[in-house]
């Protein structure tokens, strides 16, 4: 039986990989592979490959464990409902947002002395309700390592972790839809015109496609038509026989 090393026993007693991954990694940052498209804020944690990545990146790491982090108040946080899946949560304070749970990562210092009563963080001396006593998911796991010097009781084992239903995954058709594509065609037919007005001139037809697939055809003339040649076909509208409605 190997005689396990000192560097394995850190391993098994501190954190792991993931936890330091989600401590140490930089989120809401823009995304070095992925620097020209839209939505590349990197949000998502990947706990197998221990590194922060974008929407865009989902695909590539799609068989690997990711967990979502979110912003509150300027601080980083995940569900308590995934965290919950990867180590013991209990007695960290959650906070509510948009109908989930949510629990801090890091700690968050308070400035002030708290003076009055109820809980104090057993780590950074924050103002906690009832009953709970850490404030932040990385407040408790710097409680167990100072008291009992192992991790391991508390973490979890958990194979899968997805991110949840409603996370949208942008794909390469959505910026490619957001835009109207044109086509110009080439074409020698004349301009829609009056009865009274026949001007023969050089077109080009323009079709716009839309998100929905329709084509809309819009002609377009070629060559300027003079001041004069404007006015003389206005001239022709304005003496058409105009239409009245009948009286009552």
């Known amino acids: 039986m190997p005689i396990p090393t000192a560097s394995t026993r850190s391993m098994v007693i501190g954190k792991p990989a993931w936890l330091l991954a989600l401590d140490s990694e930089k989120f809401f940052v823009p995304c070095s592979h992925h620097e020209h498209a839209k939505k590349n ?22 068989f690997h464990r990711l967990v979502q982090v979110r912003r509150y108040v300027y ?25 989930s749970k949510v629990v801090f990562l890091k700690k968050r210092p308070q400035n002030r002395q708290f003076k009055g009563s109820g809980n104090v963080c057993t780590s950074c001396d924050r103002c906690l309700q009832e009953p709970y006593v850490h404030c932040s998911l990385g407040c408790k796991v710097e409680y ?39 086509t110009i065609v080439e074409g020698d037919e004349p301009m829609a015109s009056s009865d009274s007005e026949n001007l023969s001139l050089p077109c080009a037809k323009i079709i716009h496609t839309s998100r929905n697939g329709r084509r809309y055809i819009c002609a377009r003339s070629t060559t300027s038509v003079t001041d004069e040649e404007y006015m003389t ?7 058409s026989i105009p239409h009245r409605s009948p009286l009552c």
Do not use: G, W
């Open 233 to 239: 076909a206005n001239m022709n509208r304005r003496k």
């Open 75 to 99: 601080h980083d946080v995940v569900r308590l409902e995934d965290l919950e899946k990867l180590i013991d949560c209990s007695n960290v304070q959650s906070y509510t947002i948009n109908s």
């Open 144 to 182: 167990v390592l100072r008291q009992k010097k192992d991790l391991s009781p508390c973490l979890r084992p958990c194979k899968t972790l997805q991110l949840s239903p409603d996370f949208h995954i942008p794909h390469d058709d959505d910026e490619a839809n957001e835009t109207t594509h044109s």
């Open 41 to 62: 804020e990197k949000n998502i944690c990947c706990l197998d490959c221990c590194t922060s990545i974008c929407p865009h990146c989902v695909s590539s790491h799609r």
